[in-house]
Every structure is written in C-alpha cells, then in structure tokens.
Nanobody, 129 residues
Framework: QLQLVESGGGLVQPGGSLRLSCAAS????????IGWFRQAPGKEREGVSC????????YYADSVKGRFTISRDNAENTVYLQMNSLKHEDTAVYYC??????????????????????WGKGTPVTVSS
C-alpha cells in the first residue's frame, strides 16, 4: 500500500523544538524527492523544506532557515524535519509529500499541491505558551 505517514507533531512552547518524521511505504522511496509543507488556518499550503532523492540538494523557505533541518534515511524510508526555536507563526498542519523527477526548488516553490505524487495526511504543530 502506497503511503506517507507523518508523526511527531504536538503542542510546544515558543522557543521549543519538535522532530517530525515522514515514513514511506509502497514505493521506491530513494527515487523520490521528499518535501515538508505546512498549512495554517486560512492560509495556503506552503513549502517548508525539500530534500532531493540522494539528499545532495536541500531547499528551505526563508522563514525557517537556520531553525529547521531536513534529513532523510533511505535505508529506513524516512525523512525527518528537526524544528528548533519554534515561533507562534510555525503553527500549522505539517504534511510530507513525494515527487519523482524534480528539483527541490521546483518541488517546494513551483509545484502545486495536486502535482505531487503522494501526500501524507499531516501532523498538527501548535506553538503556544
């Protein structure tokens, strides 16, 4: 069964940290670029960070540079998003997606949500004191 499953979200205070995981199954994971996207209430889904199939190329949105780190473990079919120094404005549902044959810039910035090959169902992150 083809699926992406996110986990690790929750409630955290400003300045805190969370580590999100995206576990893949049912497809050849290491052929795909993987991205983290988020959608806050009333806002469009935005690309947060994307990593290429070989993890040689990485994209970060300006809003998370220096605070978030994306990584992947192709042996475990998992991509991680380490989120540090969290802010109120990071509150959103975080989704991971997979896309074949793309650059990280294309995936995170230019590809519409319906252009992704696979989506997870999301994990909520709430940053609040």
């Amino acid at each position: 069964q083809l699926q992406l499953v996110e986990s690790g979200g929750g409630l955290v205070q400003p300045g805190g940290s969370l580590r999100l995981s995206c576990a893949a199954s049912g497809f050849t994971f290491h052929y795909y670029a993987i991205g983290w996207f988020r959608q806050a209430p009333g806002k469009e889904r935005e690309g947060v960070s994307c990593i290429s199939s070989s993890d040689s190329n990485i994209y970060y949105a300006d809003s998370v540079k220096g605070r978030f780190t994306i990584s992947r473990d192709n042996a475990e079919n998992t991509v991680y998003l380490q989120m540090n120094s969290l802010k109120h404005e990071d509150t959103a549902v975080y989704y991971c997606a997979a896309l074949f044959g793309t650059t990280v810039q294309q995936m995170c910035v230019m590809t519409k949500w319906y252009g992704m090959d696979y989506w997870g169902k999301g994990t909520p992150v709430t940053v609040s004191s």
